[in-house]
């Protein structure tokens, strides 16, 4: 993928471990970084969703990391009840 024609734009899967939690997150990267800017999710919207601010982002140089900070169990529960979105 590319941002621009002298820009590439790299995705990185990553994962955050933490005794026994997994954060899921996603590392986007282009050949000439500034700098970075973390993105966390947790209520009512995830690292999947659309992300127009973190496109402009790197559009101008800067990495973005895309977090969420529910577990995908977690997310499943959230779905149903809607409880802990708040509850981070």
């Given at each position: 993928m590319?941002?621009?024609?002298?820009?590439?734009?790299?995705?990185?899967?990553?994962?955050?471990?933490?005794?026994?939690?997994?954060?899921?997150?996603?590392?986007?990267?282009?050949?000439?970084?500034?700098?970075?800017?973390?993105?966390?999710?947790?209520?009512?919207?995830?690292?999947?969703?659309?992300r127009?601010?973190?496109?402009?982002?790197?559009?101008?140089?800067?990495?973005?990391?895309?977090?969420?900070?529910?577990?995908?169990?977690?997310?499943?529960?959230?779905?149903?009840?809607?409880?802990?979105?708040?509850?981070?």
């Amino acid at each position: 993928m590319e941002d621009s024609e002298s820009n590439v734009h790299l995705k990185t899967f990553v994962q955050i471990n933490h005794d026994d939690i997994i954060l899921p997150g996603e590392l986007h990267r282009t050949n000439q970084d500034i700098g970075i800017c973390i993105f966390v999710h947790g209520s009512g919207s995830s690292r999947s969703s659309p992300r127009y601010v973190a496109k402009v982002l790197r559009s101008h140089g800067i990495a973005t990391f895309l977090l969420d900070l529910l577990t995908p169990q977690e997310e499943q529960i959230d779905e149903m009840t809607r409880h802990l979105r708040f509850d981070i």
